[in-house]
């Protein structure tokens, strides 16, 4: 009898999968994440970081009008394999309309790195570029600096298919307007 030899393979996660180990408490304990297809364990939260997710949230409320309202480190269903918890994510539509689903994209999200500066620029980047997710940003508190990352668009190269065309950098001195709200947000307001 011959014996055929099979490479170890990487077992990937749907997000039903994810959820029933959640539910069962698998989890408990840990800042998690899905991300495609794979358990992430996220670093502790440092007080820096909650201070400037805080920041944005509060900054972000100011900006957009009513159509739009914050989820901060909730889900975004952005596939069947992700489900990444962004620090902050601008939502059109009201709190209610999501009430049996998470949403799959926004007109917003906002990543506050410090130990994960370059992951966010990279494999997140391109996880919501591939979900739609047109305004991007990351607040980077190691150089105090907000990079904005705009204009998905198909790159094979990126882990996710998708990049951003655009990729600006402003100073702590400076503002900038998120695409879909009518006001303007200090960099100085989004950094502890």
Known sequence: ?????????LLLWTKDEYYKMA????????RVELIGGQVLEMSP????????TM????????????????RVQLPLSVSEI?????DVAVIEGTIRDYRDAHPTTAALVVEVADSSVDYDRT??????????????????LPQRRLEVFRSPIPD??????????????????E??????????????????
């Open 23 to 30: 539910e069962i408490g698998f989890f408990d304990g840990k």
């Open 156 to 173: 094979t190269s990126q882990p996710f298919g998708y990049s951003h065309a655009s990729r600006t950098i402003f100073a702590e001195t």
């Open 123 to 140: 494999d997140k980047a391109s996880l919501y570029a591939s979900a739609g997710v047109g305004d991007y940003w990351v607040v980077n």
């Open 55 to 70: 920041l944005v949230a509060e900054a972000l409320r100011k900006a957009f009008a009513s159509r739009h309202f914050l």
């Open 82 to 86: 992700s489900d990444p918890e962004p």
């Open 1 to 9: 009898m011959e014996t055929t030899l099979v490479e170890p393979r």
């Open 45 to 52: 939260m440092l007080s820096g970081h909650a201070t400037a």
């Open 175 to 192: 503002q900038v307007q998120p695409l879909a709200a009518a006001g303007v947000v200090q960099i100085a307001d989004l950094l502890p």
